[in-house]
């Protein structure tokens, strides 16, 4: 199995912003639909963004739209997701996971994915 690696976590006061990084060793993420979703406690993992192999094609829940953004770097075998006026309930373990570009197809449900890293914990604090 391959899995990701998410990074770039940390404590911000609601209103901050905070640059999360999705990347991988010893394969490429080029041949994969990546999304991001995170997870806060005793909730389920939920979906929050994605982003097709390409980058043409991006899907993001309405929690998040407007303030979060999705990207990739094929260069630097990455997938970005910056996140802007961040609130105190977007606080969780935010984890990225990978589905074959075949069968990508916008879906933000965890089942669609695999590949999971550790998380990443994002703390916004009032």
């Known amino acids: 199995q391959l899995h990701v690696v998410e990074s770039g976590g940390g404590l911000v006061q609601s209103g901050g912003s905070l640059r999360l990084s999705c990347s991988a060793s010893?394969?490429?993420?080029?041949?994969?639909?990546i999304g991001w979703f995170r997870q806060a406690p005793g909730k389920e993992r939920e979906g929050i963004a994605c982003?097709?192999?390409?980058?043409?094609?991006?899907n993001y829940a309405d929690s998040v739209k407007g303030r979060f953004t999705i990207s990739r770097d094929s260069a630097k075998n990455t997938v970005w997701l910056q996140m802007n006026s961040l609130k105190p309930e977007d606080t969780g373990v935010y984890y990225c996971?990978?589905?074959?570009?075949?069968?990508?197809?916008?879906?933000?449900?965890?089942?669609?994915?695999?590949?999971w890293g550790q998380g990443t914990q994002v703390t916004v604090s009032s």
């Open positions: 010893g394969f490429t993420l080029d041949y994969y639909g």
């Open positions: 996971g990978k589905v074959p570009r075949s069968y990508y197809d916008g879906s933000l449900s965890a089942r669609v994915y695999d590949g």
């Open positions: 982003i097709s192999d390409s980058g043409d094609s991006t």
